[in-house]
């Protein structure tokens, strides 16, 4: 069923894009995405502006006054000018210009003054957190003790507005609970049976390694019976929760996705600002597949870039390569390509323990003689399956890349 086939090491494979997009399904996905009302920084009646709300705000203000006071339609003035403004109280640095050495914001001066409001106006854009952000929770006292501070934290950082319009929940699976949540399992892997010789049927997962668990269920209880696949039944359920959050995606048409665990806003789990997350979205390379945004002080690939957010935090850009014993999976953000090159990776040839599995073979570029997953049908040697990065604040990298 698979339309991939081997190639010889004396011809340059073309990189591996995946499937084809996948048709939308938005009724499908918005069984498993729910609002988060029930917590009391996201009620109806509550607004919060939110601090990078209040930056934006202020600097589309300043913009404002530049243009009004401009003559012409370049929209720019000059830093002595009656249309100059000032946008250095909210630290507006953009990105380092590696040449000068300097944090360097198109349309402002050093001096926090606008010089060209268009460019100010079209960088300020990239502060703006919009993609959809996806909270995988079971539901239960222990995930709502995580996630209370941590929304509260979120509506103070981006807005009540901002986190009412993207942060949603979504459900964790517990394999052992099953038949009860079995359906978000195999909506899970919509995808992927697609692209089987068995589409629309979950005859698709059989024989690939970890979504055959789909299949190992008593016929008559609906209950899992497999004895290997209890004993793994957290890294199962995990599994196919990250899955599920991935075909949401697919079904939604979304370009860019957030995804974080319930504990996965922790200080101990998340690397960047909660401010970040749009320039995240706006500012990692275009060819990215997936960035994480956990792993604080871990350091797996070359410096690529930083950037700085509405309220002058400064973060750091690194490819994501050779990961020392990776685990978790705790925040990312992966793209649309992602969805594609992961739905037909499943469909061919399964899948495995997701977070070391993804992170630690999927990421890593391929080595010469290594079988592992058959991955040299996909990509040549020293090449990689996904194209993979990891964000977090300056200074906190406590290893160094070899």
Known sequence: SSSFSSSSSSSRMAPFLGGAKEALNVERAGRYIHEFSEFKSLAADVIVPGAVADALRDRHARIKAALDGSSGSSGSSSGSGSGAASSSSHGFRGSRDKSQGEIVTPGVAPDGSITDAKAALADMITHAWTAPTYVITLGTPEDEKFLAPAIDALVHAQGSAAVKRNLRATPGIDVTKWPKGFDAAEYSVTGVVAQTAHPGSLEGVRGLPWLEALLARDEESGKLNDPGVLTLSHHFGCLFAHMLQWQLAADQGSKHTFVFESDGFTNALLGVPLSALGDIQHRVPDDYDVVFLHMPGVVAGKHVSEFTTALGESVDVFEFKEPKAPAGLAAYMFSDRFVRKMHAFLAARGADMVDA???????????????????????????????????????GAKNSYA
């Not at 999927?362 to 020293?382: I, M, S, T, W």
């Open 357 to 395: 599995w993804l992170m630690g073979h999927l990421c890593r570029p391929l080595k010469e003689g290594d079988g592992a997953y058959r991955l040299a049908e996909f990509v040549q040697p020293g090449d990689s399956l996904l194209n993979c990065y990891k964000v977090m604040s300056k200074g």
